[in-house]
């Protein structure tokens, strides 16, 4: 099922009165049905000031996604919503700054990461919790766009366990849900990168079981990317002719010299994909880079 955001007065009455929106003006703009924003490590605390950087990138990328002359058709932010270990204070805060988003009528999307605690996400984004899991324990969704179909996977095996796992059950949902939708080209989005085709270096925090899952969907040839984030930068690889994104990180990166925060957009072609990288830091060298991406056939 597509996961969504509830209504700006159902979140609020969701939260109480320990989360206060701000007035915003609603967002008018038309659907670019080919356009998909990708968020990642977002890794929001209750303790930050709303001056820290943190906060001000996803803030200020937010904005920026609605000064769009057209609205992105989906925005994914895959994984680690929050700083640490997944405090509830950490998702109320969260919840402000994407209020804008929920506000404009923006088709929100939100995956888990092992810095993220899915009982507690779900205690406080209440109505992202559906009443009949498609999969047991985990936060699933398929997104139907015009030109391709995005799953979005849970890779979160445990809170503060940096290893990821899609698990048997997820495994059998996904495959049986891609045999469903083979009329168009399928993206996935998971936090983790997997153990293949990249940097072996960032191998070990990786997706446990990346070869089944690479099996599985290797040998279903309307699959043609996977997009990640966990790294904390960019990159583009492919292995056994599909794409794997790693997504620049929106909070904060471990080395500036070597990389920077940021955000990707993702715009559909019928038989292939265009990557702009954005960066907070105007200057960088990746900022508005694009990186074409033909699908295998």
Same mark, same amino acid.
């Given at each position: ?43 929001? %605390?209750?303790?930050?000031? /709303?001056?820290?950087?943190?906060? @001000?990138? =996803?803030?200020?990328?937010? *904005?920026?996604?609605? $000064? +769009? ?94 290893? %990821?796992?899609?698990?048997? /059950?997820?495994?059998?949902?996904? @495959?049986? =849900?891609?045999?469903?939708? *083979?009329?168009?080209? $399928? +993206? ?110």
């Amino acid at each position: 099922m597509p996961i969504h955001l509830t209504s700006r007065r159902q979140f609020i009455a969701q939260l109480g009165a320990a989360v206060a929106f701000s007035s915003v003006e609603t967002f008018a703009a038309e659907l670019d049905e080919n356009l998909i924003a990708i968020l990642n490590d977002t890794h929001i %605390g209750a303790q930050h000031p /709303a001056s820290a950087s943190i906060p @001000t990138n =996803l803030r200020n990328t937010i *904005a920026w996604l609605l $000064a +769009l002359p057209k609205r992105p058709a989906a925005v994914i932010i895959n994984g680690d919503l929050a700083l640490r270990d997944g405090k509830r204070g950490d998702y109320e805060y969260f919840a402000t700054l994407i209020a804008p988003l929920r506000d404009a009528g923006v088709s929100l999307h939100l995956t888990m990461g092992n810095h993220d605690d899915r009982a507690i996400f779900y205690e406080v984004l209440r109505n992202e919790k559906p009443e009949s899991p498609a999969v047991e324990s985990k936060h699933v969704g398929v997104v139907k766009l015009a030109g391709a179909n995005l799953f979005l996977l849970d890779s979160l095996k445990a809170t503060m366990i940096t290893q %990821g796992l899609i698990g048997d /059950a997820q495994m059998d949902w996904l @495959t049986k =849900l891609l045999d469903q939708h *083979a009329d168009k080209p $399928a +993206l996935l989005f998971a936090h983790h990168n997997p153990r293949l085709g990249g940097d072996p270096i960032h191998f070990p925090g990786g997706l446990e079981d990346s070869e089944p899952l690479w099996k599985a969907i290797t040998e279903r040839k309307h699959v043609k990317a996977y997009i990640h984030g966990h790294i904390h930068h960019r990159d583009f690889f492919m292995h056994e002719g599909i794409h794997i994104l790693n997504t620049p990180a929106t909070s904060y990166v471990a080395d500036k010299k070597t990389s920077t925060t940021g955000w990707t957009m993702l715009r559909l072609t019928p038989n292939s994909a265009e990557a702009t990288t954005h960066t907070h830091q105007a200057d960088h060298a990746w900022n508005g880079v694009k990186v074409d991406l033909k699908w295998r056939s």
